[in-house]
């Protein structure tokens, strides 16, 4: 059964920067693709980036070249690395297996000052 477990949210001030991880447990890490959505509070999850399983990325259209994805095959994690982060990136970031759909609990990040 796979599960994913993020860690690395908090409290950031504007223009900071910040490192999430997702730590996958159950078999065969590497053939799926992965994703970071986010919800804003009082908004819809929206996706934040993608990484399939042959490399590939994706990011969305808010978050270009402030953000990185990768994945570490060994270690079974995805990350998300975000900076120049704004108040409007506050939200609960998940960690999204997309091939089975299963999410992770989700991070808390606030930017504020």
């Known amino acids: 059964q796979v599960q994913l477990v993020e860690s690395g949210g908090g409290l950031v001030r504007p223009g900071g920067s910040l490192t999430l991880s997702c730590a996958a447990s159950?078999?065969?890490?590497?053939?799926?693709?992965m994703a970071w959505y986010r919800q804003p509070p009082g908004k819809q999850r929206e996706l934040v980036a993608s990484?399939?399983?042959?490399?590939?990325?994706d990011y969305a259209d808010s978050m270009k070249g402030r953000v990185t994805i990768s994945r570490d095959f060994v270690k079974k994690t995805v990350s998300l690395q975000m900076s120049s982060l704004k108040s409007e990136d506050t939200a609960v970031y998940y960690c999204?297996?997309?091939?089975?759909?299963?999410w992770g609990q989700g991070t808390q990040v606030t930017v504020s000052s």
């Open positions: 999204h297996n997309v091939d089975l759909d299963v």
């Open positions: 159950g078999p065969i890490f590497s053939i799926y693709t």
């Open positions: 990484i399939a399983r042959g490399g590939v990325t």
